[in-house]
């Protein structure tokens, strides 16, 4: 086994291609992780500090700004926005045959296409987040009073900032391993880890380690079932027909389709908490910014509802559960797949080609993706429990930061094995 490892390793170091692409994406990280330590001028950091450690809200957004919200960056909202207008995209599709049409039937040029749409939807998305945050922090006392000529002048440099984000994100796809706004999304946990580490050494007291074993015994299950879940998979025999030409004989060779039990990933996590986090934002905006009547009455009892935990879980719970049966379903198309075996002239054993082919896999699809769908469910809302339980804040925080970055590095370990297995054959 570690002979097998150290020989990928070597190719990985000695094809260039592969040291290219993977020498991109370090440089990508380290170009966000610059961008995250360029703060917006008079902040008050303390008053930060203490608003980001007593609202889980904000705390969970710090995630999608890798770190960024913190220190209140140029690039504070990180890839939010490019995450809230794929959303809103993708759910365009059910509702739009065209561009259901455009992301599904008409290849690369059509997805690129959509991907166009996505990119023009941030700018205004951005501009909307970045008004919300610094008018709220202005009410908060973090940041000094803005007139109408510094709001604009910082509006534009954080939606600047977060459009210079989303394309390093897209260049990190294209031209580096794996997809660049999870692995964005990835660099900004893994930032955050020492000083995480050096608040816990600081803090440490020893009546709290039961509560730290509770953590690590939680951090344990998440990492051993994401990696369980993740690498699972049903295998669906594949037969592909025997053709004689000429003198050849083709085909014949039996081998198989596997269907991943969780198809989409990580996906759903990142979009169910966009999902939260998005109406929250706008809501949290206006009602500090001095609605009043209805609305105002209206605003506060969403927030107020949002901020109980039970509602939160459950809702939490019921968004990654459909997120994960909607993105598979956009992404996984059975009659696509139906089709391109009876083109190859393969088949099911005992299913007839074609419509028939479409509907098995479909069930099956079906069937594991609720194994897949509940598990990814209850992972995401067992830190939240947890932090019921225990009264730990940074547990809610910790666990769905834990459970992306280790849905990032197995994504990332299967790419680059089968770049290598690509090129040993």
């Known amino acids: 086994m570690l002979d097998s490892f150290f020989s990928k390793l070597k190719l990985i170091v000695s094809d260039a291609v592969l040291r290219r692409r993977i020498l991109f994406v370090l440089a990508g990280i380290a170009m966000f992780r610059l961008l995250a330590t360029i703060p917006i001028p008079g902040i008050d950091v303390i008053r930060l500090q203490d608003f980001l450690s007593n609202n889980q809200f904000f705390g969970l957004l710090d995630i999608f700004s890798g770190g960024g919200l913190a220190n209140l960056s140029i690039v504070m909202l990180g890839v939010a926005p490019y995450i809230t207008a794929s959303i809103i995209m993708q759910l365009l599709t059910i509702m739009s045959p065209k561009l259901k049409a455009l992301y599904q039937e008409e290849g690369e040029a059509g997805r690129k296409r959509f991907s166009q749409y996505s990119r023009l939807l941030t700018i205004p998305l951005a501009v909307l987040q970045a008004v919300g945050f610094l008018i709220l922090l202005e009410k908060q006392g973090i940041m000094p009073s803005l007139g109408l000529f510094n709001l604009l002048t910082n509006v534009a440099v954080v939606t600047a900032g977060s459009i210079l984000l989303m394309w390093i994100g897209e260049l990190i796809t294209e031209f580096g391993i794996g997809n660049g706004v999870s692995i964005i999304i990835f660099a900004g946990i893994v930032a955050q880890i020492p ?15 039961p509560l730290y074993l509770s953590f690590v015994a939680v951090a344990l299950i998440i ?61 949290s905006f206006l009602s500090n910014l001095g609605a009043t009547g209805s609305f105002q009455t209206i605003s506060t009892a969403i927030l107020n509802v949002l901020s109980n935990q039970l509602v939160y879980g459950v809702l939490y719970f019921i968004l990654v559960f459909l997120f994960t049966y909607f993105y598979t379903a956009v992404t996984f198309d059975p009659h696509s797949i139906a089709s391109n075996l009876q083109k190859n002239g393969a088949f099911i054993p005992g299913v007839r080609p074609g419509q028939t082919t479409a509907t098995y896999l479909g069930t099956i699809l079906t069937r594991i993706t609720l194994v897949g769908a509940l598990f990814l469910g209850f992972i995401a809302v067992l830190p939240l429990g947890m932090k019921a339980i225990t009264g730990i804040q940074s547990l809610a925080i910790g666990g769905t930061a834990l459970l992306i970055a280790v849905s990032v590095v197995l994504d990332l370990v299967r790419r680059v094995d089968a770049q290598v297995s690509m090129r040993e054959y």
């Open 195 to 209: 000083q995480v580490l050096g608040q816990l050494v600081f803090t440490f007291d020893p009546a709290q380690i």
């Open 223 to 283: 990492v051993v079932g994401v990696v369980i879940v993740t690498e699972a998979e049903r295998p669906i025999p594949v037969t592909y027909a025997r053709r004689v030409r000429g003198m050849k004989v083709y085909g014949g060779v039996s081998t198989y389709l596997p269907l991943r039990v969780n198809q989409a990933g990580v996906i759903p996590i990142i979009f169910a908490l966009s999902f939260l986090l998005f109406p929250q934002m706008i809501l």
